[in-house]
């Protein structure tokens, strides 16, 4: 699959049923408009947006609009999809007087996005005065790139080539990535575990980089088909890579798979789930030096799965402790922080045996 919309190309029509704010029939000619496509599940699409609003204030003098293009979102009726969309607009930008529109239809979406290969948002593109395209790419890239652009500097530039291509290379990985995912999420639909599984280990010979692959092969054998010998060797295997590769994700990924709440452990065996534990806790607690209080917090949970099953259950409590404590003091939004230590009170009170209190705080009733 390759891109059909590059740096250069005709700039694609607008094609919205709805806007929200100051709505835009066609592009015109001499102004630079940059057309940035967010989604209201992407937690930082309202932050991208806030950003783009105070760059189009300063350049406004040179006529440069941004077009916020909320990505389309499936609801029973249209008036319920505008309804969310514009509550989440006004908590973002109760001010702010840039254009919005809401893609219903997905057609826009298709003439940019699926045409570009671009798959994640938020994604800016970039309209040159002249109609045609200047840069795709991430909102946080244009405080650079737009002064080359409005100073005519940027498309002609071996910077602006090599960033094209480096997201065009990308692109292709991910438009590749994505329809073997699309073949793995219609395989499991129908419950074909063969068949998905197939998919998945030509996934991650193709992308052997991609931790959720090896994840997904792990649950689909032992959570799926309960082929506990199959299963117990691929995630046997995930977790030696994961120490021999020593990344922080990859030791989480695999601790959480060999001691988290997914699976029946009860036929893998038990003595060698336990010496990797080992090795991957001592391998995450060096980490932990590095770490800030929430990611070390983190840390502890994941470690105290691995004390709780191998018989240290006052270690695990109090590695639990600890976290709640770096969680209560984190630089976390009042509602995710709240339901953090509620998740933290339920494994408390699962290690403890009885119901665990934090701060006037009590875990829910399952």
Known sequence: ???????????????????????????KLGKIYIPVFVSITCSGCGPALVRLAQLQEQYRYIGIEVIGIVANKRTAT????????????????????????????????????D???????????VVDRDGSIAFIGHPDSLEDV?????????????????????????GEIDATENALRRRIRAATDIEDWKSALSVIE??????????????????????EMRDMEAGWIALAQFARDAIERNSEDWLFAAMEELFGPHYDYSELPFAERLS???????????????????????????????????????????????????????PLPDEDKQEWLAHLLRVLTEYEGEAAFYGGIMPPPK
């Not at 080992?278 to 004390?307: G, H, M, V």
């Open 202 to 223: 030509e996934g991650i010979n193709l992308f052997p980089d991609r931790i959720s692959l090896r994840q997904s092969q792990v649950s689909m054998l032992i959570g």
């Open 78 to 113: 249209v008036d319920e999809a505008l309804a969310e969309v514009d509550a989440w607009v006004t908590k973002w930008l109760p001010n702010a007087n840039i254009r919005i529109a809401f893609d219903y239809s997905g057609e826009m979406d298709k003439l940019w996005m």
């Open 276 to 330: 990797l534990g080992k090795e991957l806790s001592e391998r995450i607690l060096i980490l932990c030096a590095q770490q800030d209080a929430l990611s070390l917090a983190e840390s502890y949970e994941t470690i105290a799965y691995y004390n709780n099953e191998s018989g240290d259950n006052g270690l695990a409590v109090g590695l639990i402790e600890l976290a709640l404590n770096l969680v209560d003091g984190g």
């Open 1 to 27: 699959m390759t891109s059909s919309l590059n740096s250069g190309s005709p700039a694609p029509s607008i094609k919205v049923q709805h806007w929200l704010r100051d709505p835009l029939s066609n592009f």
């Open 146 to 170: 737009l002064p080359k652009v409005t100073d005519g500097s940027w498309r002609a530039s071996a910077e602006a080539k090599n960033a094209e291509k480096e997201r065009i290379a990308e």
């Open 115 to 125: 045409a570009s290969l671009s798959f994640q948002h938020p994604q800016a593109f």
